[in-house]
């Protein structure tokens, strides 16, 4: 009898011990964890991508940090642990290219967009285009156009139109595209550029315009794998699925024009 006993806790810790997983199995459990660094101006159209994503790759996990451009070129440049650079403003690519952390093979234009002027809801019946800012404008709010490449469009836009030497002293800098929305739609500041992709949030501001194309840069948000990244695979089917169909989708729904993956001088010399 002892020995049956003897034998059937053997036989029980054998089995036991089995079942306890090794440090080997427990690491491949463990999600892939891809650092996403985008603009402010797709924070929406992420959450969605990142849900839709989750669905499709369920051992991928998107970790979204969201800031100006030039904020998450500062962080990579510092050594931030970043696997996806994603976000307007193709100056701010080219340093990150410049310095080491992409190059032209691993970046790409994904998508386009449009500026447009917003306004106050006190302003909507007296500001209803750019000739109309000089005189109604009593104040007027663009992105930092050093950090924010929404207001690089901005600035560059308003100087085409020889508006600026007259309303930069009337200026309300945002830190992001979407602080200068939040400054419009709240009435603090009268008028205000912005992605058109950004427009629809707003609750009380409207849109008086659309910049001419032809006054700014091509609006191009980029995006760049690092060179650097350990999870090079992972990022690499990720940036293909962010180039095809169903992102397009979501992007488009968002606002944006879909350019998936195409080269990004070729999109500034169109």
Known sequence: M??????????????????????????EDKPTVLHISAGVG????????????????PGVVLELNFAASG???????QGAPVDLFLAPGIQHLQALIDAGHTDA???????????????SKEKRHVIKGFADLSRHAHSISIGL????????????????????????PRMIYGKSVRQVLAYVDS?????????ASDAPL??????????????????VFAMAGMLGSPRSAALQVFMTFLKGGEAAAIFARHGFTPLQGKPYQAVLDK
């Open 2 to 27: 002892r020995c049956a006993i003897v034998r059937w806790m053997l036989a029980f810790f054998i089995m036991a011990t089995a079942l306890i997983p090794t440090p080997g199995f427990a690491r």
């Open 71 to 77: 904020f998450l070129r500062k962080q990579i440049e």
């Open 145 to 168: 156009p050093e950090m924010v490449p929404a207001g690089s469009y901005a600035r560059q836009a308003l100087e085409h139109q020889q508006l600026w030497k007259n309303l930069e």
């Open 202 to 219: 707003a609750n009380n501001a409207t849109v008086a315009a659309l910049a001419p194309e032809s006054s700014h840069q091509p609006i």
């Open 42 to 57: 797709l924070k929406d159209a992420l959450f969605d991508i990142q849900k839709a994503y989750a669905r499709k790759q």
């Open 187 to 195: 009435g603090n500041v009268d008028a205000g550029l912005v992605f």
């Open 105 to 119: 093979r691993h970046s790409c234009a994904l998508l386009g967009n449009r500026l447009v002027l917003i306004v």
